[in-house]
């Protein structure tokens, strides 16, 4: 049997590099959590990123949905658009993003919606954005340092 013909039971996101996967299986890694949609500060003099509990403000903040999903980058300056040529800049993202776990070759965990078979799941655990935060829009961005939470970088189980 050659490596082409090898059969394993390991899942195809552990086995398929992410600069290898399809758009649409990059675009299911996402579990939901929005928590690359809050507003950002990063500290110019050593690059510590603090994450607000202000989101981008075509977030539905209750469901973690992006509501121009298609329209957003040109809609919204700055809105980061994940894709695997910048596996080296995913410092940023939350140690529970499934991208950066991953990029990282570390596995997803059981809250997962590809794992747990449940979308709700994250949001049941509080582990997204769903009803702690609201929209960057509410705040004068000169206030946005009062807004810094910790919760969004919480380690994963």
Partial sequence: MN??????????????????MTVEQ?????????KCCLQKLE???DGTVYYTDLACNLLDTETCRCTDYQNRHERVAGCVWLKPE??????????????RLLAEGRP????HHLISNDRRLIHQLSRSVSGR?????SMDESRWDEHVVEWPLEQPE
């Fill in 133 to 137: 935060c609201q929209p960057a829009s």
């Fill in 86 to 99: 910048h596996l080296g800049t995913f410092y940023w993202l939350p140690d529970s993003c499934a991208y």
């Fill in 108 to 111: 997803l965990p059981s809250w």
């Fill in 3 to 20: 490596d082409d013909q090898f059969v394993t039971d390991r899942p195809w996101w552990e086995t398929t590099p992410l600069n290898s």
């Fill in 43 to 45: 500290d110019e003099e």
């Fill in 26 to 34: 990059w675009e299911s890694l996402c579990d939901g959590c929005a």
